[in-house]
């Protein structure tokens, strides 16, 4: 079973940075591939980036413009999202996700365990 629990959202200035973090609370999260979801007030669920189950292969939105970072670490059952240089279109409710697939997918539907999400606010 599958556990996600994010943490490390909060209030930042634009052009600052925050690290985003996500604890799966199972046994079997080296079998998942995860990504990091966002979503703004009104919006849909937008791609923000994923990470294959090693950790070897990394895809990113186009929005991001090499301002982000995604990691994991496996012994520490934990999937990470360094940002920096914020701007204030990021701010939203970002949320960790994960896929049994191996494949790099861009799509919700895809992952099939979700976190409750954290709060990401950009002031100007």
């Known amino acids: 079973q599958v556990q996600l629990v994010e943490s490390g959202g909060g209030l930042v200035q634009a052009g600052g940075s925050l690290k985003l973090s996500c604890v799966d609370s199972?046994?079997?999260?080296?079998?998942?591939?995860m990504a990091w979801f966002r979503q703004a007030q009104g919006k849909e669920h937008e791609f923000v980036a994923a990470?294959?189950?090693?950790?070897?292969?990394?895809v990113y939105a186009d929005f991001v413009k090499g301002r982000f970072t995604i990691s994991r670490d496996n012994v520490k059952n934990t999937v990470y999202l360094q940002m920096n240089s914020l701007e204030f279109e990021d701010a939203a409710v970002y949320y960790c996700a994960a896929s049994p697939s191996p494949v790099l997918d861009r799509t919700p539907g895809q992952y099939d365990y979700w976190g409750q999400g954290t709060q990401v606010t950009v002031s100007s």
């Open positions: 990470i294959t189950r090693s950790g070897g292969g990394l």
């Open positions: 199972g046994r079997t999260f080296s079998a998942y591939t």
